[in-house]
């Protein structure tokens, strides 16, 4: 889960760096085209076919577009702002899927859980500081960003089992390329032909991230998500190491306090939900691996 972590910070680097020289919505649609060729190829290896009726299910096409405007978000608000502060913002997502959990999939959350979700916002709004001098729209999109991805979350839950999970990421990354072409064409960004070294930094964008996503899947497979999931907030700290390193980026003591806080919110609503989850299981007469 740590190096999946690394990687991820690593790939939010490159696409700022590209960023500074291409076209964000360009970039989007490289990463898109690319990332659907590798998960198509994914599929195909594994003897799954792209273009079923599975594609139109509704959960599908919900996840889908909720991972497009996460994605879309989160690179305009990176391309636009501090890597430090644009990386922080997202750590919210757990506490914003436990909400979401419990305003419309009617999961229970006890005041404790709900006590972190507010403390944890509290943390965000540390960060981005609305009405602040530092505070711009950009911060918003980062917000917008992680609705998208939490909805996205959530209704993988409710994706039917026989759907083959490279099915699903090949489309994403389909759809992320075709509503960045879209969204270039309105707002009149044109597309540039890449430098060499350029085509080769989004190819290395492609590669840390699809190393990135199978060291999760990898992690997720072997242990006990209540376990593995606080060390996805290494991932902030690889983004403030690197945006230390290669940008110059010095978050101020507000910026990082509210990160302290979005961080230990989540990790104790984690921590609550595992408990409780194996209170039920005891229960129920079902031995823990605690037990």
Not at 31 to 39: D, I, T
Not at 82 to 100: E, F, N
Not at 254 to 272: D, E, F, K, Q
């Amino acid at each position: 889960m740590v190096l999946s972590m690394a990687f991820f910070a690593a790939e939010d680097t490159f696409i700022k760096i590209l960023t500074g020289n291409l076209p964000y919505l360009q970039v989007l649609t490289s990463v898109g085209v690319l990332g659907f060729a590798v998960f198509f190829a994914m599929l195909r290896l594994k003897g799954g076919r792209f273009l079923t009726r599975d594609l139109l299910d509704p959960v599908v096409v919900l996840r889908t577009l909720g991972e497009v405007v996460g994605s879309i978000a989160f690179v305009i608000a990176l391309a636009l702002s501090d890597l430090s502060t644009t990386s922080a913002i997202p750590q919210a997502l757990p506490l914003m899927v436990v909400l979401g959990a419990a305003l419309f999939l009617g999961e229970p959350v006890g005041w404790r859980r709900w006590s972190a979700i507010c403390a944890g916002f509290i943390g965000v709004l540390l960060i981005i500081r609305p009405g602040g001098e530092g505070f711009t729209l950009v911060s918003l999109l980062a917000l917008l960003g992680v609705v998208g991805l939490a909805v996205r979350d959530l209704v993988t839950r409710r994706i039917p089992s026989h759907i083959h999970s490279d099915q699903v990421s090949a489309l994403a990354f389909l759809a992320l390329a075709g509503a960045s072409m879209l969204l270039a064409a309105i707002m009149g960004q044109g597309f540039v032909v890449p430098t060499v070294p350029q085509a080769s930094m989004i190819a290395i964008c492609i590669v840390f991230g699809v190393t990135g996503y199978s060291l999760l899947v990898a992690a997720t497979r072997i242990s006990e998500i209540a376990a593995i999931a606080p060390y996805r907030y290494t991932r902030l700290v690889f983004a403030l190491i690197l945006a230390f390193f290669v940008f110059g980026e010095r978050p101020d003591g507000m910026t990082l306090i509210g990160a302290v806080i979005v961080v230990a919110s989540g990790c104790y609503t984690m921590w609550r939900e595992a408990r409780q989850k194996r209170a039920r299981l005891r229960q129920a007469g079902f031995v823990t691996l605690d037990d």
